[in-house]
């Protein structure tokens, strides 16, 4: 008997069981239940909620390639999917398009897939490890909305910044004296006046690059510029002194603003 091997692990989910361990795992199910494991996949940091995965349309394109395959061997659901009702879909596609029965490495080679009961079980598992996806995403967005306020910039730090750790290993943006004075002096032609274009002309004419006349805009509008973090949080919208030093001042870019 033929099977397939899929492992994911995301950047996000938190899981507890790395790449190497899920593979062990899956093989030795595999050594046990005497199937032969023609092919492993893997996805490392790609989103559990969606199949759109490098590695899973590879694996698709394998099952399609290879009719001898009759298994895809999993670690746990939560490796599969954390979207139930896509997760669903999917395994019912794979086993009416291809026979291809999809089992954890805690399900028993010979899983009725027309057992009503195992159909409980298993969306029961693929529920609870959305529910744990919708747990994180809530934890994380916890997460930004106190470190907002604390006043403590989160993400890629945007041109004219770049991304450090202070004393205690946490995120905060420093200045880059080069780029900051680009910052300055596009706050000023603005005020005085130079649209976009003129604005990315003179970027251009010293040496940087920075593409779009949206991405000017955007820039003038960024709190984080002025010192500031933009906190949004039960609909409430409010700015916080943030903990990193300002290129422009508050008049100047309010003065933008409005």
């Not at 494991?37 to 399609?64: C, H, M, V």
């Not at 945007?158 to 004075?181: C, T």
Request: hydrophobic share 40%.
């Amino acid at each position: 008997m033929i099977a397939a091997g899929y492992i994911r692990i995301s950047t996000k989910d938190q899981s507890i069981y790395s790449l190497g361990y899920q593979e062990k795992s899956i093989r030795e199910y595999c050594t046990r239940n005497g199937l032969q494991l023609a092919e492993l996949f893997t996805d490392n940091g790609e989103s559990s909620y969606t199949f759109d995965r490098p590695d899973w349309k590879k694996l698709e394109q394998f099952i399609k390639n290879n009719k001898q395959v009759q298994y895809l061997i999993i670690f746990d659901y939560d490796r599969f999917s954390r979207n139930i009702a896509e997760a669903i879909l999917k395994i019912k596609e794979l086993h009416g398009k291809y026979r291809i029965k999809v089992l954890s490495i805690g399900d028993p080679i010979d899983l009725d897939f027309d057992d009503p009961m195992n159909f409980m079980m298993r969306a029961f598992k693929l529920m609870m490890g959305e529910s744990e996806l919708w747990r994180i995403r809530k934890r994380t967005k916890e997460s930004k909305v106190a470190s907002s306020l604390a006043g403590r910039p989160a993400g890629k730090a945007p041109f004219g910044y770049i991304n450090a750790r202070d004393e205690n290993g946490k995120a905060i943006f420093l200045i880059d004296e080069l780029k900051a004075e680009v910052v300055r002096k596009m706050f000023v032609m603005y005020l005085d006046g130079c649209t976009f274009v003129k604005i990315r002309q003179y970027i251009r004419s010293i040496g940087f690059s920075l593409e779009g006349n949206a991405t000017i805009q955007r820039m003038l509008t960024n709190c984080i510029y002025a010192g500031l973090i933009r906190v949004a949080a039960k609909g409430i919208e409010k700015y916080t002194k943030g903990l990193h030093s300002a290129l422009v001042d508050e008049n100047t870019f309010f003065a933008v603003r409005s």
